[in-house]
């Protein structure tokens, strides 16, 4: 059994059961959607109903959070699989951790919560409910090994799978781009509470920047997440704000500038090599809680790999004049050492040999035969 509650989560996961059935014949269900059902998951829940962000946005899903646990937990009583993996989403999944756990299921956490950061009492959750840390962060590794949980370092699948459909010749003349006109491209976030809050405050910034530069070209990727009818009242009458389903890697490598709410885009965006900004915003309630618990000195994962700002962040405090400003400085200066910074964080999340999921994959099928005994292959 598989089990994620968001849109990069389910990436991953798609990633590691193709990876893990080109090794042994398995039979996988799961909470997800649509990717892992392609995947061959059987999907007994719809994470988009669990997925939040920010504490106060958390009340008004706790009802199907608390359907989802119930669901799951009869799921695993009465399936009882043979493993159970999960996918970030700490929240939920820690406590599946210990249903898990009573029931004697073996686990394995996949891209772990991030107690680095915040939270760190969970490695105590960890250390009593995981069997196998699988970690993807290049600084994560020595953390869970200081605590003597079983753990394995195997570089992130970005590094792969992050790469344009097209060419940029192609891309550009599929959405009729004007090569000669700066391209930029806003990301507001995969989940439906972050687009809605970043898309106005993006807006904005989109009208400054068409004062400093004229004639700006505006590449809006819809997540599979969100339903693409969300952004129709914010670009109804922006007819150079070109929304794009599908082809998230193609805008950001082909865009001079991207803005982005913070999550795992920015790394993506790092790994193709676009100088960004990063923006970011919750409720005053849960910032004033991140405040009191969050350690860590930057938002944007490329920044917390690179331990310096590469791209700038702008973090609850929204000034659209001054986001486009500093987007416009990038833009001009973007070349200048930005690019082998990059290359840095490229290169630190770059293991040798096998690319992640097949090293994941590898790993948890020798931990399944530790715990069963030779498995068949996949023929």
Known sequence: MIVTGELSGELHASGLVTALNRLVPLQFSGIGSTR???????VIHDYRNISV???????????????AYALLKRHLIEVSPSLLIRVEAPGFNLRVARIAKRLGIPTVYFIPPQIWAWRKNRINTIKSNVDLVLCILPFEEALYRQHDIPVSYIGHPYVKTVKPVYTREKFY????????????????????????RHMPVMLKVIGHLEQKLKNVTVLLPVAPSVDASLFDPFIRHKSNIIPVSGLAYDCL?????ALIASGSSTLEAAILGVPSVVIYKISKFSY??????VRVKHISLPNIIAEKELFPEFVQTLNPEKIAE??????????????????????????????????AGKTINEFLERVYGPLPETA
């Open 36 to 42: 892992l059902s392609d995947a061959g998951v059987d």
């Open 53 to 67: 962000t920010g504490l106060s946005e958390l009340f008004s899903k706790l009802g199907h959070i608390r359907e």
């Open 173 to 196: 003349s599929m959405f009729r781009i004007d090569p000669q006109r700066p391209v930029v491209t806003i990301m507001p976030g995969s989940r439906l509470n972050e687009a809605r």
């Open 253 to 257: 490598k082909f865009s001079n500038v």
């Open 288 to 293: 004033c809680v991140a405040r009191m618990l």
């Open 326 to 359: 500093t987007m416009v400085y990038v833009l001009n200066n973007g070349e200048l050492g930005i690019q082998k910074e990059m290359q840095k964080v490229r290169q630190r999340l770059t293991v040798p040999g096998l690319d992640s999921y097949d090293a």
